[in-house]
């Protein structure tokens, strides 16, 4: 994920103007990450390396996103929808 992509999802998800720390942000972000990662396993069958961070990063979303449902649902249900993150 280059720089340009990164502020791309920053923009969209941001909660207020130079918001890069609030949930849904991360969530996106890491979102972005694990979707890279899971195109370069499919390629890159036993690269065991890359494996334990994709699974290391898809622990740290789901953590991400129990902390979002428990503390407001509104915005935990509407990041889920625009990331379709649930089918």
Sequence with gaps: MNKA??????????????DTGSAEVQVAILTARINELT???????????????LVKLVG?????????SRENVGRYNKVIADLGLRK
Excluded: C, I, N, W
């Design 5 to 18: 992509q990164k502020t791309e999802v920053v923009s969209k998800f941001a909660r207020k103007e130079k």
């Design 39 to 53: 195109g370069h396993m499919a390629s890159h069958r036993k690269d065991y390396h890359t494996r334990l961070g």
């Design 60 to 68: 740290k979303r789901r953590r991400m996103l129990g902390y979002l």
